[in-house]
Structure formats: structure tokens, C-alpha cells
């Protein structure tokens, strides 16, 4: 699925964080369109398909929009989100 684990566990914590530190839990919610800002061009398609896999595992919320996909954190499972942005993004 991905060319590089390493690389998908790291966007997955970069897009974990960015959520996060923006508050975007539960009913607080973002465009999807909006994950990519900031990430390396090369690198934005394999982004969306790591955020479309944590919307599958339960640690993003989605929601259809008429005006686009919006997304948010789910807060039930802050724990693990907190677990993986310290493994893979050390401070």
C-alpha cells in the first residue's frame, strides 16, 4: 500500500498532530482538502491516502459536507493518538 512505512507512520502522526494542535476534536471538525497544506508535494497524494486509512481504523471522525469531506479527531481514542504522535514525532 505505501512505498515506505517509515513514511506512513510519520505522515500519520504529522496529520494526527496538526489536528490536534489545532483542536479539531469531535464535533470541531476541518476540510480534508486541508491536510495537505504544508506537506512536501511529493508526498500529498500518499497524505490523503493515510488520512483515508485513519478514518477507516476510528481515529478520525468524517463527515460529508455539501461543500466537501470534513474531518476531526476522535476523542474517545485520545489516548492512542497521543501514543503514536510521541513514537513517531519525539520532541
Same mark, same amino acid.
Given at each position: 500500500? +505505501?512505498?515506505?512505512?517509515?513514511?506512513?507512520?510519520?505522515?500519520?502522526? &504529522?496529520?494526527?498532530?496538526?489536528?490536534?494542535?489545532? *483542536?479539531?476534536?469531535?464535533?470541531?471538525? &476541518?476540510? +480534508?482538502?486541508?491536510? &495537505?497544506? *504544508?506537506?512536501?508535494?511529493?508526498?500529498? *497524494?500518499?497524505?490523503?491516502?493515510?488520512?483515508?486509512?485513519?478514518?477507516?481504523?476510528?481515529?478520525? +471522525?468524517?463527515?460529508?459536507?455539501?461543500?466537501?469531506?470534513?474531518?476531526?479527531?476522535?476523542?474517545?481514542?485520545?489516548?492512542?493518538?497521543? &501514543?503514536?504522535?510521541?513514537?513517531?514525532?519525539?520532541?
Amino acid at each position: 500500500m +505505501f512505498k515506505n512505512m517509515d513514511n506512513a507512520d510519520v505522515l500519520k502522526a &504529522t496529520i494526527l498532530k496538526k489536528l490536534k494542535r489545532r *483542536g479539531k476534536w469531535g464535533g470541531a471538525h &476541518t476540510s +480534508f482538502d486541508r491536510l &495537505t497544506t *504544508g506537506i512536501p508535494k511529493h508526498l500529498k *497524494g500518499e497524505t490523503k491516502n493515510v488520512a483515508k486509512d485513519l478514518i477507516k481504523s476510528g481515529l478520525l +471522525f468524517s463527515k460529508p459536507t455539501s461543500y466537501g469531506l470534513e474531518i476531526s479527531l476522535n476523542p474517545k481514542r485520545r489516548k492512542e493518538i497521543d &501514543t503514536i504522535i510521541e513514537k513517531y514525532l519525539p520532541k
